[in-house]
């Protein structure tokens, strides 16, 4: 079993830049080939793929929408995932979820086993 605990959110102008923190608990978390990254949910929209970075560290993947400008990275001594977010949109604008997987590598809400309670981010313009 594991919880995910997200922090960092807040509000921003566009331009500027966030980082996201998310650490894991649990039994699950001291397994190093867990899978983590992040997903975000605007108001109305459905809840979309952001970034996912493998056990190792060595396989990362981007939504093209913030390909360029977001950076994930993850601490394994810290069971901890980061998403720099730098030249913030107002369509970044969402709820970001932290989530994670046993082994594979994940796109979609469908193949993620757990999630964090999510953590605000606003851009204004």
């Given at each position: 079993?594991?919880?995910?605990?997200?922090?960092?959110?807040?509000?921003?102008e566009?331009?500027?830049?966030?980082?996201?923190?998310?650490?894991?608990?649990?039994r699950?978390?001291?397994?190093?080939?867990?899978?983590?990254?992040?997903?975000?949910?605007?108001?109305?929209?459905?809840?979309?793929?952001v970034?996912?970075?493998?056990?190792?560290?060595g396989?990362?993947?981007?939504?093209?929408s913030?390909?360029?400008?977001?950076?994930?990275?993850?601490?394994?001594?810290?069971?901890?995932?980061?998403?720099q977010?730098?030249?913030?949109?107002?369509?970044?604008?969402?709820?970001?979820?932290?989530?994670?997987?046993?082994?594979?590598?994940f796109?979609?809400?469908?193949?993620?086993?757990?999630?964090g309670?999510?953590?605000?981010?606003?851009?204004?313009?």
């Amino acid at each position: 079993q594991m919880s995910l605990a997200e922090s960092g959110g807040g509000v921003v102008e566009a331009g500027n830049s966030l980082r996201l923190s998310c650490t894991a608990f649990g039994r699950a978390a001291n397994n190093y080939r867990y899978v983590m990254g992040w997903f975000r949910q605007a108001p109305g929209k459905e809840r979309e793929f952001v970034g996912v970075i493998d056990g190792s560290g060595g396989r990362i993947s981007y939504a093209d929408s913030v390909k360029g400008r977001f950076i994930i990275s993850r601490d394994k001594d810290l069971n901890s995932v980061y998403l720099q977010m730098n030249r913030l949109e107002p369509e970044d604008t969402a709820v970001y979820y932290c989530a994670a997987n046993s082994v594979l590598v994940f796109t979609t809400t469908r193949e993620v086993k757990y999630w964090g309670q999510g953590t605000q981010v606003t851009v204004s313009s």
